[in-house]
């Protein structure tokens, strides 16, 4: 027996279910080996929930091994599943060279797509998927950036037009869509944060460039607490800024990087020496320092979501 795609469903003999499939509300995390992805499923657990993880390098009982762009085996486990919280792409600390970018487009591209095509084969589709994007859409900017607010223009906006141009290409008559544009996630243990206190630590966390640039940031708590609202609001639908209410300059957040860390003061950074530094020593590119955005969660403050981490030194400390 064939379903219209011409595949076996997944709840006969060829995808065989395990019982703790079924008693389990369970959520699949495509990419969930990463920073956020790991905060996530440790966060949904313990509310009691089993989190499948899909990652290219299983490491864990449970993860599944999917290469991000072809159906495999791992489709069984989005038969009955609640909710699909895609974390794939590459990630764009690293030199923008010819080859990187054309894989940082097609990790987040070719996610998405192989996603809605196992979701298209299942005959108890995932009633929502959450996918996790990128406030860089609004390019560098300090005007205050809600949903509506116009693109930018560079490599980072155009990845992510055609990020959430794909992801909202298709439709699935019976999984919802969201798509959160995430800002810099503060956590401990991993993500941006981490090297930005080493470098604190080691007096070089003065301001950067002018100091100018905003920071968009949120404590992972609250964006867990966002990914969570997602799913469990079936009114919810489309893009949502996944950041707190309160960005801060360059300036502002280094001060607080500083005070916590227990630094009075370090040199600036001015550009002309932090592009040389980052092209040759941190093989990254520059203008992930030297730009930011002004970026405010409007759809989450309608819909009355409550922030619990709103004070920045506050957060710091409670990460660091």
């Known amino acids: 027996m064939t379903d219209t795609n011409g595949c076996a469903p997944c709840d006969v003999e060829n995808y065989p279910i395990t019982l703790s499939l079924l008693l389990m509300p369970r959520f699949v995390l495509p990419g969930g080996s990463g920073f956020l992805g790991q905060s996530f499923a440790a966060y949904a657990r313990s509310l009691g929930h089993e989190c499948v993880i899909l990652t290219r390098h299983p490491s864990r009982e449970g993860d599944l091994e999917w290469d991000g762009k072809s159906v495999g085996a791992w489709r069984e486990a989005l038969e009955g599943a609640e909710a699909v919280v895609n974390f794939t792409g590459k990630s764009v600390n690293c030199r923008h060279t010819p080859e990187n970018r054309k894989e940082i487009i097609d990790s987040r ?62 439709t699935l008559p019976e999984t919802r869509k969201c798509s959160l544009r995430i800002g810099f996630a503060l956590g401990p243990n991993g993500g941006a944060l981490v090297p930005l206190r080493t470098l604190t630590r080691y007096f070089l966390g003065g301001t950067v460039g002018s100091g100018r640039q905003y920071i968009s940031w949120l404590h992972v708590d609250d964006l867990n607490r966002m990914v969570q609202r997602c799913i469990e609001d079936d009114t919810l639908e489309g893009v949502f800024n996944a950041t707190g209410p309160h960005p801060v300059t360059n300036k502002v957040f280094m001060r607080a990087m500083r005070k916590v860390v227990g630094r009075p003061w370090s040199p600036p950074a001015p550009a002309f020496i932090v592009k040389p530094g980052a092209r040759w020593i941190l093989r990254t590119e520059a203008s992930l320092a030297l730009t930011g955005r002004k970026c405010y ?14 004070d920045l030194e506050a957060t710091l400390r409670d990460v660091l």
Request: glycine content about 8%.
């Open 109 to 170: 591209v070719d996610s998405v797509r192989v996603m809605d095509e196992a979701i298209a084969r299942c005959a108890r589709p995932p009633k929502v998927i959450v996918q996790a994007g990128s406030l860089a859409i609004y390019g560098d900017t300090t005007e205050p950036c809600d949903e509506e607010a116009p693109h930018g223009e560079g490599f980072g906006v155009d990845v992510c037009e055609l990020w959430e141009e794909a992801f909202f290409r298709e």
């Open 297 to 310: 969660p409007r759809r989450f403050e309608e819909i009355g979501f409550t922030f619990a981490h709103t």
